[in-house]
Every structure is written in structure tokens, then in C-alpha cells.
């Protein structure tokens, strides 16, 4: 049976947290020189450990006991990204070939990445549009990263206009058939246009909901923040905002075992 890659990165890491006792034994016991490595190779072990440590710890963050919230999404695989990166354009040759092969792979991940979930980056207080910029920057540089920021923020927009509509359309729906049992069913021709009224004056109170969230400023990144919680605490300043970040929020990011998902 073959061994697993993420089992594979777990020997490196014993390996590596007994490299001094490993070395000393090797040096004492003839019978155990043959498998000794060079200063290079453990050097190789250490740069390759924490190459596959950064992979490790996304499909972790993915895979966790507790489902994450899909605002983890854009984070984990930015992170992916700039370690491919780095590798590749590294002091190091030690990865090239492995590196060229894996960013096949990736591109589907990241450069055709659901909209969706990045969008859900947004709606966490602590990344908003300047984090995205960061991380795009560190990617993309900086006099391109302003349209990738524009280009989630603008899907952003036109999601959540989308959910406006039709939870607007669904409260008319309701208030209608309410009126209707209050007022002799006259509801139909007396206030025929009042659905779209609704829909109007909301959607211009919404979508001042959407600027002016991203105007607030950004929490701490190393804040303990629970976004979900955050959403539901918010939901009287923010209604329908905090109704469409929940839903976002509740996508899963993986159905698939942190196992496997290292492996792939």
C-alpha cells in the first residue's frame, strides 16, 4: 500500500525534531553511517518540510472537526499560492520539478476559483477590500491588485443585489396576501405598484447596508473572532447583509478528508 503524502510530511517532522539525537546515534553506531545525510541533505529535509508544512496546515484549517466558515477559503488558498511561488522563484532547485507539476494542478483552484467564496472573505471584518489587496499585491504586484480587489467587490455587489431582490420580492409576496385579508382583497388594485416600491426603497437602503460595512474599519487579524457570531450580533444595523453573509458563510469549504486533500 502506498504511504500517504500526509504521512510522509509527519516522518519529516519527527524526523526533523530528532535530527540531533538521529545525527549522534548514526555517529556512534557503524552499522547505521550508511544512512546518515550530509549537511545538504538535511538541509533539503528542513526546506522541504516547510514547504509541505504551509499545505499541511490549509488542509487542516479546511478539513477541521468543526466545519470552517467559508471566509477561510480565499486565505487558505492565497497561502497555497505564495508558498508555489516562492518555491519556484526559491534559493533553492531542490523542488522546481515537483513545483512546475503542482501549479498545473492548483490554477484550477485559484485562477478559476469560485467567486463565491472569495466574495466570503469580504464579509469577515477582520480581510475586507485591503486585505484582498494585500494579498493580491504579494501575488499579482501592486498596480494589478487593485482590479482583482475591484473584480470580487463588484461580484459582491451584484450578489448581494440579486439576494435583495428576491428577498424583497418574498416579503411583498407575504405583506400582499396579509393585506388582502384585512381589506376585502381590493389589495391587487389599490397598491398594485407597492411590490416595486418596496424593492426600490430597499434597495437603496441595502446597499448603503454593503458600502458602509466595508467602510467600517477592519478588526485585528489575530482577533478571536467568531464571524458567525459577529453576523448575528450585527443583524440589526446590517438586516438583509447579515441574512446573505450567513448564507455565504454556511458554504462548506471541503467535503473531503484533510488526507486526501494533502495528497491532492
Known sequence: MPIGRNSTFKMLDNVLYYKDALISFCGRDHGM???SLSSVEWDNVTYIHK???TFYDVTCMFSAVRTPTANVYFVGVWLIQKALLKAAHGESNVLTDIVDSMQGQFNKYWLEYNEVLSCAALLDPQYKEKFLGYCYTKIYGKDNALSYVAKVVGNLHALFEEYKYSNSMTSGARLSSSNKNSIGGK???IYS??????FETSFCLEKSQLDLYLAEPTHKLDEDLDVLDFWH???MRYLELARMAQDILAIPISTVASESAFST
Open 233 to 235: 450580533k450585527s443583524s
Open 51 to 53: 514547504f509541505f508544512n
Open 33 to 35: 553511517k550508511c544512512y
Open 193 to 198: 405598484d407597492y411590490e416595486m416600491f418596496i
Open 187 to 189: 389589495t391587487s388594485e
